[in-house]
Nanobody, 124 residues
Framework: QVQLVESGGGLVQAGGSLRLSCATSGRTFSRNAMGWFRQAPGKEREFVSTISAGGGSIVYTESVKGRFIISRDNGKNTVYLQMNSLKLEDTAVYYC?????????????????WGQGTQVTVSS
């Protein structure tokens, strides 16, 4: 059974940092791009960041550029999202996703595997 399990979410003050982790099991994702999406209350799920299978290609949504860093450790079957300088508008449930291809994609339809999400709440 393929599983993607996010962890590291929580409550943090604006300007603070959190590091999300996504541990995968049930299959290897070393040949698949991985991504992070988020969904705020009352809003649609949106793309945050993606990293290619080998880690050489990375894409961020404009609103997190310079603040978030995505990385992966294929040996540990884990993907990370380091979130710095958090803002109130970063509050959302963050989802890890495994793509069906090795290259990056910002489209949710390009991801076949999803975690259950971890809540990130940024307070003032």
């Amino acid at each position: 059974q393929v599983q993607l399990v996010e962890s590291g979410g929580g409550l943090v003050q604006a300007g603070g940092s959190l590091r999300l982790s996504c541990a995968t099991s049930g299959r290897t994702f070393s040949r698949n791009a991985m991504g992070w999406f988020r969904q705020a209350p009352g809003k649609e799920r949106e793309f945050v960041s993606t990293i290619s299978a080998g880690g050489g290609s990375i894409v961020y949504t404009e609103s997190v550029k310079g603040r978030f860093i995505i990385s992966r450790d294929n040996g540990k079957n884990t993907v990370y999202l380091q979130m710095n300088s958090l803002k109130l508008e970063d509050t959302a449930v963050y989802y890890c996703a495994g793509a069906t291809r090795p290259d990056t994609t910002t489209q949710a339809m390009g991801y076949a595997y999803w975690g259950q999400g971890t809540q990130v709440t940024v307070s003032s």
